[in-house]
Nanobody, 114 residues
């Protein structure tokens, strides 16, 4: 298990950018994958982007070309560009071990105004 703390959310106008950070309580180098999810009001939590231990990244179709996931020793980042109101949601950081155990952060609110 690892504790995850997200930061960097806020209010931004459409077309703007935000960079989310997820700080882990220990090195994430040996985790199977790290990911960002988001949940809009009244909707299910959806996968936004994933980065594996080998550095392979995947993105939801809705954010491809606009969002970039990256990581270092104990942090995961989500650079979000060209934001639109449909990106408004609570964004959660997720860590998965090779045994399948998952950890979640508390979430950070992103609000995009039109």
């Amino acid at each position: 298990q690892v504790q995850l703390v997200e930061s960097g959310g806020g209010l931004v106008q459409a077309g703007g950018s935000l960079r989310l950070s997820c700080a882990a309580s220990k090195s994430i180098a040996n985790f199977k994958s790290m990911a960002w999810y988001r949940q809009a009001p009244g909707k299910q939590r959806d996968l936004v982007a994933t980065i594996t231990s080998g550095g392979t990244t995947t993105y939801a179709d809705s954010v491809k070309g606009r969002f970039t996931i990256s990581r270092d020793f104990a942090k995961v980042y989500l650079q979000m560009n060209s934001l639109n109101p449909e990106d408004t949601a609570v964004y959660y950081c997720n860590a998965e071990t090779w045994s399948g155990a998952e950890s979640w952060g508390q979430g950070t609110q992103v609000t995009v105004s039109s």
